[in-house]
Every structure is written in structure tokens, then in C-alpha cells.
């Protein structure tokens, strides 16, 4: 069973920086679909990142140019570097897996009824 555990989250003002951190476990298999997903109050789940066993990585439109997903693949860490952060980045951040993709991760990523391992959330807060 795929464990997912979220962990780097906190409050920062406008401009500054955090990186959130998923430890994974649970699965062996080198392909897969990981992605972090955030929601804020009152707003749907949206995709910000995705990365695959390949180290292929997909951004929200939204993110491009300061956010960075990456993945310690010996750890099983899932990491998302959040630079310039702005007060729309207020959310629960969660990380995702599908350890049996059916389709390449850049299809289906965004889309978070494909996923059905989650971990617990991990709040960001960017004040003005």
C-alpha cells in the first residue's frame, strides 16, 4: 500500500520561498505519476506539478519559472521548491501517486480522480 507523508509547509511572506517535501513508501516499481495538487478554501483541487519515473516534469501554467519539482529516487522523496511565492499560492498542498500509469504522466496529471494515493496536506500560507 502506497504511504504518502507531506511535510515543509508554513507561513511566508510575499516573494520568499519554501520546499515541501513527500516522503514516499509502499511501491517498487520505477514507473509512476507523482504530482503535487493544492486547494485553497472555497476553490477545486488544481495541479501544480507532476513528475514521472523518467524525471519528466509538468507545470501549471500558473507555477512555470518558480516552482521546481524534483525526486531523490534512492529516498523515495518527492520535493516541490516554491520560489516568488504570491498570495494566490495559499493552500493545502498534497502530494499524489499512481505507481501503474496507464497513460504517460504529462496526459492525465492534472486530473485528480486518476490517483487515488494521497497524503495527509501540508498548509502553505503566503502573506501580502
Known amino acids: 500500500r502506497v504511504q504518502l507523508v507531506e511535510s515543509g509547509g508554513g507561513s511566508v511572506q510575499a516573494g520568499g520561498s519554501l520546499r515541501l517535501s513527500c516522503a514516499t513508501s509502499g511501491y517498487t516499481n520505477r514507473d509512476h505519476c507523482m504530482v503535487w495538487f493544492r486547494q485553497a478554501p472555497g476553490k477545486e483541487r488544481e495541479g501544480v506539478a507532476a513528475i514521472d519515473g523518467d524525471g519528466a516534469a509538468n507545470y501549471a501554467d500558473s507555477v512555470k519559472g518558480r516552482f521546481t519539482i524534483s525526486q531523490d529516487d534512492a529516498a523515495k522523496v518527492l520535493y516541490l521548491q516554491m520560489n516568488s511565492l504570491k498570495p494566490e499560492d495559499t493552500a493545502m498542498y498534497y502530494c499524489?501517486?499512481?505507481?501503474?500509469?496507464?497513460?504517460?504522466?504529462?496526459?492525465?496529471?492534472?486530473?485528480?480522480?486518476?490517483?487515488?494515493?494521497w497524503g495527509q496536506g501540508t498548509q502553505v500560507t503566503v502573506s501580502s
Open positions: 499524489a501517486a499512481d505507481t501503474a500509469p496507464w497513460a504517460p504522466c504529462a496526459v492525465y496529471w492534472t486530473d485528480s480522480g486518476q490517483f487515488h494515493s
